[in-house]
Nanobody, 121 residues
Framework: QVQLVESGGGSVQAGGSLRLSCVAS???????MAWFRQVPGKEREAVAT???????SYADSVKGRFTISREGAKKTLYLQMKSLKPEDSAMYFC????????????????WGQGAQVTVSS
């Protein structure tokens, strides 16, 4: 069983920065890792993914502002968020998928409990 634990959420003013971390109980670089976010009443959406070769993909809404990365020795996935906007406010989840990366929620089988990010204007 894989457990994912997020941290680093909080409240920040628009234009500010936050870094989310996700520690995995079992880490294997072969699997796609991702960050998703969800606001109440809406579907969960993919924010960024990273594959075994560290190739990354981003949602158009966060390109140029967010950076996904990982540190294998620490079994940790990161999401550096800059130039935050009120519309970035959401619960952020890290997830582990299969060997190949996808932006589809159904491609991920392990999820963390989430970290709340609130951006005020």
């Amino acid at each position: 069983q894989v457990q994912l634990v997020e941290s680093g959420g909080g409240s920040v003013q628009a234009g500010g920065s936050l870094r989310l971390s996700c520690v995995a109980s079992v880490y294997n670089v072969r699997y796609c890792m991702a960050w998703f976010r969800q606001v109440p009443g809406k579907e969960r959406e993919a924010v960024a993914t990273i594959n075994r070769w560290s190739a990354t993909s981003y949602a158009d809404s966060v390109k140029g502002r967010f950076t996904i990365s990982r540190e294998g020795a620490k079994k940790t996935l990161y999401l550096q968020m800059k130039s935050l906007k009120p519309e970035d406010s959401a619960m952020y989840f890290c997830a582990r998928g299969a060997d190949s990366c996808s932006m589809k929620e159904t491609a991920f089988d392990y999820w963390g409990q989430g970290a709340q990010v609130t951006v005020s204007s």
